[in-house]
């Protein structure tokens, strides 16, 4: 089946400095794949996505390109502020029948960013 | 704009007792979902549904039932709550299954089993 893997957290890093969060993937066919990120006490919002091989997936400073070859789908940003403090989770979207619709998330890298 | 709203937001239950977590969305969107979030595992789909009168499961379905009269409302029922159901739970929907439309999130409900 589908599943995803990130790198673990917590990720400290101070104001400014720049930020990869590894994610990598396994699914059958060409599946969606998403960043969300979640802020202390809410739910889940969608940060970028990307749908097909080569895509970039961009919002807020973020980025992260859809990675065929190496089934990977990282993000990055080049300068993180105090507010980007969150829980951050890769998701794939499967498109295959018994996965169809169905978001599969990884684990959540906790991000701490320090003045 | 309300999008996707939970009831309640915090739960303390003991164990073999029932309840139902409430799920509203106003944006007349066909797919719903359950999921529960546990720390070192992200977030693992209980049950889904494509639409109104239509409700299958997801990954962890055991112990949870759900039904989906209309297309607003999608209640998550715990039967008879055991402490491996403490967790938080949200609920999600996106306008369907088979395009790429983001999934809108509730803001949980955190519910403690004792």
């Known amino acids: 089946g589908n599943s995803v893997t990130q790198m673990e957290g917590p990720v400290t890093l101070s104001e400014e400095a720049f930020l990869t969060i590894n994610c990598t993937y396994t699914?059958?066919?060409?599946?969606?794949l998403f960043w969300y990120v979640q802020y202390p006490g809410e739910g889940l919002q969608l940060l970028l996505k990307?749908?097909?091989?080569?895509d970039k997936g961009s919002n807020k400073g973020f980025e992260a390109t859809y990675r065929k070859e190496t089934t990977s789908f990282h993000l990055e940003k080049g300068s993180v502020q105090v507010s980007d403090s969150a829980v951050y989770f890769c998701?794939?979207?499967?498109?295959?029948?018994?996965?169809?619709?169905?978001?599969?998330f990884g684990a959540g890298t906790q991000v701490v960013v320090t003045p | 704009n309300a999008g996707v709203t939970q009831t309640p937001k915090f739960q303390v239950l003991k164990t073999g007792q029932s309840m139902t977590l409430q799920c509203a969305q106003d944006?007349?969107?066909?797919?719903m979902s359950w999921y529960r979030q546990d720390p070192g595992m992200g977030l693992r789909l209980i049950h889904y549904s494509v639409g109104a009168g239509i409700t299958d499961q997801g990954e962890v379905p055991n112990g949870y039932n759900v039904s989906r009269s209309t297309t607003e409302d999608f209640p998550l029922r715990l039967l008879s709550a055991a402490p491996s159901q403490t967790s938080v739970y949200f609920c999600?929907?996106?306008?369907?299954?088979?395009?790429?439309?983001?999934?809108?999130f509730g803001d949980g409900t955190r519910l403690s089993i004792l």
């Open positions: 699914a059958t066919g060409y599946p969606s």
């Open positions: 998701a794939l979207r499967g498109l295959t029948t018994d996965s169809w619709g169905k978001l599969q």
């Open positions: 999600a929907s996106s306008l369907d299954s088979y395009s790429n439309q983001p999934q809108h």
């Open positions: 990307a749908t097909k091989a080569d």
């Open positions: 944006m007349n969107h066909e797919y």
